[in-house]
Protein backbone atom coordinates (compact mmCIF):
# COMPACT_ATOMS: atom_id res chain seq x y z
CA UNK A 1 0.00 0.00 0.00
CA UNK A 2 1.01 3.57 -0.53
CA UNK A 3 2.02 5.64 2.22
CA UNK A 4 3.34 9.35 2.84
CA UNK A 5 5.49 10.47 5.27
CA UNK A 6 6.63 14.08 6.20
CA UNK A 7 8.36 15.81 8.35
CA UNK A 8 9.39 17.33 10.84
CA UNK A 9 6.28 17.41 12.24
CA UNK A 10 6.49 21.07 13.86
CA UNK A 11 9.39 23.63 14.11
CA UNK A 12 9.87 27.02 15.80
CA UNK A 13 11.87 28.80 13.20
CA UNK A 14 13.47 32.92 13.73
CA UNK A 15 12.63 34.96 11.09
CA UNK A 16 15.32 35.25 8.21
CA UNK A 17 16.01 31.62 8.84
CA UNK A 18 16.38 28.71 6.42
CA UNK A 19 13.76 26.23 6.14
CA UNK A 20 13.45 22.84 4.76
CA UNK A 21 10.67 20.56 4.47
CA UNK A 22 10.59 17.61 3.16
CA UNK A 23 7.89 14.25 2.17
CA UNK A 24 8.38 11.20 0.36
CA UNK A 25 5.83 8.74 -1.11
CA UNK A 26 6.09 4.73 -0.87
CA UNK A 27 4.20 1.87 -2.97
CA UNK A 28 3.87 4.11 -5.98
CA UNK A 29 5.84 5.43 -8.64
CA UNK A 30 5.80 8.14 -10.87
CA UNK A 31 3.09 10.56 -8.60
CA UNK A 32 1.89 14.08 -8.78
CA UNK A 33 3.32 15.63 -6.04
CA UNK A 34 1.67 18.63 -4.00
CA UNK A 35 2.46 21.20 -1.34
CA UNK A 36 -0.57 22.88 0.29
CA UNK A 37 -0.33 25.65 2.94
CA UNK A 38 -3.10 26.28 5.70
CA UNK A 39 -2.58 29.59 7.23
CA UNK A 40 -4.79 29.59 10.74
CA UNK A 41 -8.31 29.31 10.69
CA UNK A 42 -8.13 29.66 6.62
CA UNK A 43 -8.62 27.40 3.93
CA UNK A 44 -5.85 25.31 2.29
CA UNK A 45 -3.88 26.94 -0.51
CA UNK A 46 -1.60 25.28 -3.00
CA UNK A 47 1.85 26.38 -3.17
CA UNK A 48 3.28 23.89 -5.77
CA UNK A 49 2.91 20.77 -7.61
CA UNK A 50 4.82 19.05 -9.32
CA UNK A 51 4.68 16.06 -11.98
CA UNK A 52 7.99 14.43 -12.27
CA UNK A 53 11.53 15.07 -11.17
CA UNK A 54 12.87 18.13 -12.01
CA UNK A 55 8.95 19.65 -12.44
CA UNK A 56 7.87 22.16 -10.43
CA UNK A 57 4.70 24.54 -10.80
CA UNK A 58 4.53 27.48 -8.60
CA UNK A 59 0.49 28.58 -7.93
CA UNK A 60 1.09 31.53 -5.84
CA UNK A 61 4.54 34.24 -5.96
CA UNK A 62 6.20 34.20 -2.43
CA UNK A 63 9.22 33.43 -0.13
CA UNK A 64 8.97 29.96 -0.91
CA UNK A 65 10.70 27.27 -3.66
CA UNK A 66 9.96 23.60 -4.40
CA UNK A 67 12.39 20.66 -5.39
CA UNK A 68 11.77 17.34 -6.71
CA UNK A 69 14.97 15.64 -7.20
CA UNK A 70 13.58 12.17 -7.02
CA UNK A 71 10.57 10.72 -8.52
CA UNK A 72 9.00 10.11 -4.55
CA UNK A 73 11.05 13.28 -2.97
CA UNK A 74 9.11 16.76 -2.51
CA UNK A 75 10.99 19.45 -0.58
CA UNK A 76 9.92 22.77 0.43
CA UNK A 77 12.36 25.19 1.45
CA UNK A 78 12.91 28.93 2.30
CA UNK A 79 16.45 30.81 2.16
CA UNK A 80 14.63 33.56 4.59
CA UNK A 81 11.74 32.66 6.51
CA UNK A 82 9.24 35.84 6.95
CA UNK A 83 6.38 36.09 9.60
CA UNK A 84 3.98 35.48 7.35
CA UNK A 85 5.00 31.89 6.02
CA UNK A 86 3.89 30.59 9.46
CA UNK A 87 1.38 27.72 8.87
CA UNK A 88 0.25 24.27 8.61
CA UNK A 89 2.01 22.92 5.49
CA UNK A 90 0.92 19.64 4.19
CA UNK A 91 2.16 17.50 1.25
CA UNK A 92 0.35 15.23 -1.05
CA UNK A 93 0.07 12.43 -3.94
CA UNK A 94 -2.00 11.43 -6.38
CA UNK A 95 -1.89 9.62 -9.53
CA UNK A 96 -2.36 10.38 -13.56
CA UNK A 97 -5.38 10.66 -15.40
CA UNK A 98 -8.82 9.72 -13.82
CA UNK A 99 -7.09 9.63 -10.43
CA UNK A 100 -5.41 12.74 -10.08
CA UNK A 101 -7.96 14.70 -8.13
CA UNK A 102 -7.78 11.81 -5.59
CA UNK A 103 -5.30 13.08 -3.39
CA UNK A 104 -3.63 11.55 -0.06
CA UNK A 105 -2.21 13.63 1.99
CA UNK A 106 0.84 13.71 4.90
CA UNK A 107 -0.15 14.20 8.46
CA UNK A 108 1.60 17.72 7.98
CA UNK A 109 3.96 20.18 9.67
CA UNK A 110 3.42 23.06 11.39
CA UNK A 111 5.72 25.95 11.32
CA UNK A 112 5.64 29.17 13.94
CA UNK A 113 8.02 31.68 12.70
CA UNK A 114 8.77 33.98 15.45
CA UNK B 1 -13.65 25.04 -11.64
CA UNK B 2 -17.00 26.10 -10.39
CA UNK B 3 -17.35 27.63 -7.20
CA UNK B 4 -19.09 25.80 -4.41
CA UNK B 5 -21.62 26.88 -1.16
CA UNK B 6 -21.70 24.87 1.97
CA UNK B 7 -23.45 26.07 5.13
CA UNK B 8 -20.50 26.92 7.84
CA UNK B 9 -21.39 24.63 10.20
CA UNK B 10 -23.51 21.18 11.26
CA UNK B 11 -24.42 19.92 13.96
CA UNK B 12 -25.64 16.09 13.93
CA UNK B 13 -26.48 13.84 16.94
CA UNK B 14 -24.17 10.32 17.68
CA UNK B 15 -25.67 7.25 15.68
CA UNK B 16 -27.64 9.49 13.58
CA UNK B 17 -27.41 10.03 9.83
CA UNK B 18 -25.32 13.47 9.56
CA UNK B 19 -26.46 14.70 5.49
CA UNK B 20 -24.09 17.71 4.65
CA UNK B 21 -25.71 20.00 1.76
CA UNK B 22 -23.28 21.72 -1.33
CA UNK B 23 -24.41 24.28 -3.89
CA UNK B 24 -22.80 23.94 -7.25
CA UNK B 25 -24.82 25.70 -9.56
CA UNK B 26 -22.39 26.70 -11.90
CA UNK B 27 -21.27 23.56 -12.51
CA UNK B 28 -19.92 21.90 -16.08
CA UNK B 29 -21.00 18.78 -17.60
CA UNK B 30 -16.92 17.32 -17.18
CA UNK B 31 -16.70 18.48 -13.96
CA UNK B 32 -16.79 15.86 -10.72
CA UNK B 33 -18.03 16.78 -7.22
CA UNK B 34 -15.47 15.97 -4.84
CA UNK B 35 -15.90 15.08 -1.14
CA UNK B 36 -13.18 15.89 1.10
CA UNK B 37 -13.02 16.05 5.55
CA UNK B 38 -9.97 17.52 7.60
CA UNK B 39 -9.98 16.36 11.19
CA UNK B 40 -8.62 18.94 13.23
CA UNK B 41 -4.88 19.20 13.12
CA UNK B 42 -5.01 16.49 10.26
CA UNK B 43 -4.19 16.33 6.62
CA UNK B 44 -7.25 16.52 4.47
CA UNK B 45 -8.67 12.57 3.87
CA UNK B 46 -10.53 12.00 0.62
CA UNK B 47 -13.72 10.67 1.14
CA UNK B 48 -15.73 10.12 -2.12
CA UNK B 49 -16.38 11.67 -5.87
CA UNK B 50 -19.30 11.92 -8.39
CA UNK B 51 -20.25 12.89 -11.90
CA UNK B 52 -24.30 12.58 -12.08
CA UNK B 53 -25.18 8.73 -10.50
CA UNK B 54 -25.16 8.22 -6.59
CA UNK B 55 -22.12 7.18 -5.08
CA UNK B 56 -21.78 5.16 -2.30
CA UNK B 57 -18.56 3.65 -0.41
CA UNK B 58 -17.54 2.39 3.09
CA UNK B 59 -17.42 6.00 4.37
CA UNK B 60 -20.68 7.81 2.90
CA UNK B 61 -23.14 8.25 0.37
CA UNK B 62 -23.60 10.94 -2.53
CA UNK B 63 -26.47 12.18 -3.62
CA UNK B 64 -26.28 14.49 -6.35
CA UNK B 65 -29.33 16.06 -8.02
CA UNK B 66 -30.54 15.39 -11.55
CA UNK B 67 -29.67 18.53 -12.87
CA UNK B 68 -26.36 18.39 -11.06
CA UNK B 69 -26.63 21.93 -9.36
CA UNK B 70 -26.38 20.51 -5.73
CA UNK B 71 -25.11 17.00 -4.26
CA UNK B 72 -25.39 16.09 -0.45
CA UNK B 73 -22.67 13.87 1.44
CA UNK B 74 -24.22 11.00 4.01
CA UNK B 75 -22.65 10.02 6.87
CA UNK B 76 -25.25 6.91 7.57
CA UNK B 77 -24.37 6.59 11.15
CA UNK B 78 -22.28 9.76 12.90
CA UNK B 79 -19.68 8.91 15.00
CA UNK B 80 -17.86 11.63 17.25
CA UNK B 81 -15.06 10.62 15.36
CA UNK B 82 -16.53 12.50 12.20
CA UNK B 83 -16.47 15.77 13.83
CA UNK B 84 -14.34 17.29 10.99
CA UNK B 85 -14.40 20.57 8.79
CA UNK B 86 -16.15 18.91 5.14
CA UNK B 87 -15.21 20.19 1.54
CA UNK B 88 -17.00 19.83 -1.43
CA UNK B 89 -15.16 20.59 -4.69
CA UNK B 90 -15.89 20.53 -8.10
CA UNK B 91 -13.34 19.67 -10.79
CA UNK B 92 -12.58 18.41 -14.22
CA UNK B 93 -11.92 14.63 -13.95
CA UNK B 94 -9.13 13.35 -15.94
CA UNK B 95 -6.26 16.07 -16.03
CA UNK B 96 -3.00 15.50 -16.20
CA UNK B 97 -2.70 16.85 -12.10
CA UNK B 98 -5.12 17.88 -9.37
CA UNK B 99 -5.83 21.19 -8.79
CA UNK B 100 -8.18 21.15 -6.35
CA UNK B 101 -9.80 24.34 -4.47
CA UNK B 102 -10.20 24.18 -0.40
CA UNK B 103 -12.93 26.09 -0.10
CA UNK B 104 -14.14 27.15 3.99
CA UNK B 105 -15.98 24.13 4.18
CA UNK B 106 -18.74 23.08 6.97
CA UNK B 107 -17.82 22.59 10.28
CA UNK B 108 -19.57 19.20 11.12
CA UNK B 109 -20.13 18.87 14.95
CA UNK B 110 -21.15 15.42 16.30
CA UNK B 111 -22.49 15.42 19.24
CA UNK B 112 -23.06 12.58 22.19
Known amino acids: SQTIHQWPATLVQPVGSPLSLECTVE??????LYWYRQAAGRGLQLLFYSVGIGQISSEVPQNLSASRPQDRQFILSSKKLLLSDSGFYLC?????????????FGAGSRLTVL | DAKTTQPPSMDCAEGRAANLPCNHS???????VYWYRQIHSQGPQYIIHGLKNNETNEMASLIITEDRKSSTLILPHATLRDTAVYYCIVSVRGTSYGKLTFGQGTILTVHP
Open chain 1, 27 to 32: GTSNPN
Open chain 2, 26 to 32: TISGNEY
Open chain 1, 92 to 104: AWSSRGSGANVLT
